[in-house]
């Protein structure tokens, strides 16, 4: 049966439960939430949940088309796949292979290979096109750290595979959001794997917080919990020998936090974001974690993230006017900074300051606005915004692929 197109999400959401013949209590409970949560989304009162929570929603009304939810709104693929960057075909191919080579020859120079891995995370940080910059040198990357990893004559196997595992994590980086899901969970679990051969701690943590990333993406809360709750026990015994013990436990509790956020769990959100703070702000103030965004100085950014998601704007707000972009070490992170700030922006219905962070992305890191979906998706509702910001909000459009 047709929906009227001009139907608000939420009343859609209430036109298809009843549909199936379900009360609200019942969804609501099957959601694991409060019926006066189902009914303030169905009524307007609060805006509808994001992407993971909608799909759930969706299937305990008998809903197998999202866009019977959300309209027929263009570009809507592009929150859960986005277009391919020129080079994935490439680093596919490199990541794909890698398992197949039989290392022949001298065994690689580790130390030479741990300065090519630690060259390839600056050039990230220092790049705000970091996707065309890692699609140079993460082919020939990947193959050299496999190589050196499973040669029989390694000097220092446990290092290689720790190196490796690193790698990984970074063409995870790279792949996401790129609409292969695929080759971004073959990452993710071969990097996991890896580093708990290394027996190095503090890369497990690492593989493990990009295993909970996309655990969360792809709506899979319970289990990115599980991960994060064994990555917490790992760490617990040892989070206090070094920095970067204790900066990996930290990175591990604001992946917490961010997973009850986007569930609406506010207590537990808040709750772990403390704990990591108080674990970040222990770090020397020059500390840097670049494939896990930690360091003291930067807990403002993790609150910024958790309020937005949780929808508490103000606080949001509050947490974004103690620290600059500019104060972030990397250019990626300056601009999902300046976008979860729009978010906040964005739910006030504040056109001209999310166009403002937008731009200020765009400057800072057009390829992270490029791929990000709720960049792309703002974007696009400030080309119907207020007619004074619609001449920029089209350059900005254009600048980033969206069609004006």
């Known amino acids: 049966m047709p929906t009227d197109p001009t139907l608000p999400v939420g009343a859609r959401i209430q036109l298809y439960r009843e549909r199936a013949g379900k009360s609200r209590a019942v969804v609501a409970g099957l959601m694991g939430r409060s019926t006066e949560w189902l009914k303030s989304i169905e009524n307007g009162r609060r805006l509808p949940p994001q992407l993971p929570v909608l799909m759930k929603l969706a299937e305990h009304i008998g809903v197998t088309d999202l866009t019977d939810l959300v309209g027929a709104v263009p570009g809507i693929q592009a929150l859960t796949a986005g277009a391919e960057h020129p080079a994935l075909a490439a680093v596919r191919r490199a990541v794909d292979a890698a398992p197949l080579v039989m290392p022949s020859g001298p065994a690689p120079d580790v130390r030479q290979v741990a300065a090519r891995v630690a060259r390839a995370w600056a050039l990230r940080d220092a790049s705000g096109a ?139 959100a808040w709750h772990w974001f403390d704990r990591a703070a108080e674990g970040a702000e222990t770090l020397p103030a020059g500390y840097w974690h670049s494939p896990t965004s930690v ?70 890191a057009p390829e992270t606005l490029r791929w990000n979906g709720y960049a792309r998706g703002m974007a696009r509702d400030l080309l119907t915004g207020p007619q004074s910001i619609r001449s920029d909000a089209r350059d900005l459009a254009l600048a980033i692929g969206v069609a004006a």
Request: overall charge negative; hydrophobic content about 50%; charged content about 20%.
């Open 130 to 268: 970091h996707r065309t910059a890692l699609g140079g040198v993460l082919p020939d990357l990947i193959a050299a750290a496999s190589v050196a990893a499973s040669h029989p004559e390694c000097a220092d196997r446990r290092q290689a595979e720790a190196l490796y595992a690193s790698v990984l994590t970074l063409g995870q980086m790279y792949a996401a959001y790129q609409g292969d899901g695929n080759l971004v969970w073959r990452l993710a679990e071969r990097a996991l794997a890896t580093a708990r051969g290394s027996g190095d701690v503090v890369i497990v943590a690492q593989a493990a917080w990009f295993l909970v990333e996309a655990m969360r993406a792809a709506g899979q809360w319970d289990s990115a919990h599980t991960v994060a709750e064994e990555a917490l026990r790992l760490l617990d015994p040892v989070r206090g020998d070094s920095q970067e013990l204790t900066g990996a436990w930290a990175s591990i509790a604001f992946q917490e936090a961010a997973t009850y956020a986007v569930e609406g769990s506010a207590g537990q």
């Open 295 to 364: 360091a003291g100085r930067i807990v403002p950014v993790h609150a910024v993230t958790v309020a937005v998601e949780l929808r508490q704007v103000g606080t949001a707000l509050r947490w974004a006017d103690r620290i600059s972009a500019d104060d972030l070490p990397a250019r990626p992170r300056q601009g999902r900074h300046l976008i979860e700030t729009a978010r906040a922006h964005a739910l006030r219905g504040e056109s001209r300051q999310v166009l403002e962070m937008l731009t200020d992305a765009n400057a800072a």
